[in-house]
């Protein structure tokens, strides 16, 4: 069993920065893989990033891809997502989930991939 927490949620102005991190615990939580997902106000749960177990292969979405980067550190068991360029658009409940480390990079994606879900952290960019 992983749990998952994520914090780092706010409210910003379009344009700043914000970090989420999402801190695991539980056996073996720094050997799985990592994504970001978010689910906006009236619509379904999107992915947004992601990261294999070893950190060496990361995977975004285009709508974030160059303003949003992936990152973990396994000795302290957290992922983590620096936001930049933030949005308005970014405005979402963030989750983290973990996926089995053998999960190919380009499965990532899949919601289907990943056993375990945080409760998520809300972030809001104002115009």
């Known amino acids: 069993q992983v749990q998952l927490v994520e914090s780092g949620g706010g409210l910003v102005q379009a344009g700043d920065s914000l970090s989420l991190s999402c801190a695991t615990s539980?056996?073996?939580?720094?050997?799985?893989?990592m994504g970001w997902f978010r689910q906006a106000p009236g619509k379904e749960r999107e992915f947004v990033a992601a990261?294999?177990?070893?950190?060496?292969?990361?995977v975004y979405d285009g709508s974030v891809k160059g303003r949003f980067t992936i990152s973990r550190d396994n000795a302290k068991n957290t992922v983590y997502l620096q936001m930049n360029s933030l949005k308005p658009e970014d405005t979402a409940v963030y989750s983290c989930?973990?996926?089995?480390?053998?999960?190919?990079?380009?499965?990532?994606?899949?919601?289907?991939?990943?056993?375990?879900w945080g409760q998520g952290t809300q972030v809001t960019v104002s115009s």
């Open positions: 539980g056996r073996t939580s720094s050997m799985y893989a």
């Open positions: 989930a973990a996926a089995r480390p053998t999960t190919q990079a380009s499965f990532l994606t899949r919601e289907s991939q990943y056993d375990y």
């Open positions: 990261i294999t177990w070893s950190g060496g292969n990361k």
